[in-house]
């Protein structure tokens, strides 16, 4: 499933980079460091469909938990975001991993959340929109099985951040993928 995907530099923290492709990516420089901050859970890896431990999870969080954390939002993306980090290699169905709702910030972190040191880096950054939640998932696929071997980059360790505006039904998403990228040579 080909998609045309959006890149745009929006804050001072990233540097436009060179898109190319069908998945049409952008690169970005992650300036300085920051942080995730918001609430952690280890969950299994769901490759269709929701994804129930996230789903409970997500649930259980207070609306005023929710809210402080998104009060703490001051670097791109911006807004609450779900982070997903510590994946298994094989990326296969049920292995684990970690996976939190919260912010990236360089804010302090309140004692009663988590943190995710996030380190400068280069990231590919995807857009995509469509149903929810099967655009978010084949979105990951493509940057995966078709963009990665066309292109001169390669995942790299680090968290993968998922940027997500659903519809008021909740049927159709807008979403950001940041993945974590280094360039290959030769």
């Not at 970690?98 to 910030?105: A, C, K, M, N, P």
Request: proline share 6%.
């Amino acid at each position: 499933m080909s998609r045309t995907l959006a890149w745009a530099a929006r804050s001072r923290e990233l540097r436009s980079g060179q898109g190319a492709g069908a998945l049409g990516a952008g690169t970005g420089v992650w300036a300085g460091t920051g942080r995730v901050v918001g609430r952690k859970v280890r969950v299994p890896l769901v490759h269709e469909g929701a994804n129930p431990a996230i789903v409970a999870f997500v649930r259980g969080i207070g609306e005023d938990t929710v809210r402080r954390i998104g009060e703490l939002s001051d670097q791109e993306p911006r807004g609450i975001v779900g982070v997903s980090d510590d994946l298994a290699a094989s990326r296969a169905e049920g292995t684990e991993l970690d996976y939190y709702h919260g912010v990236v910030t360089g804010s302090a972190v309140p004692g009663d959340l988590d943190a995710l040191e996030v380190p400068a880096g280069t990231w590919a950054v995807f857009g995509s929109s469509g149903p929810f939640p099967q655009a978010l998932q084949y979105l990951w696929r493509d940057v995966f099985t078709q963009w990665f071997p066309s292109h001169s980059y390669r995942s790299r360790p680090g968290p993968e951040i998922l940027s997500t505006r659903l519809s008021e039904d909740g049927g159709r998403a807008d979403a950001e993928l940041w993945i974590p990228v280094e360039h290959v040579t030769g």
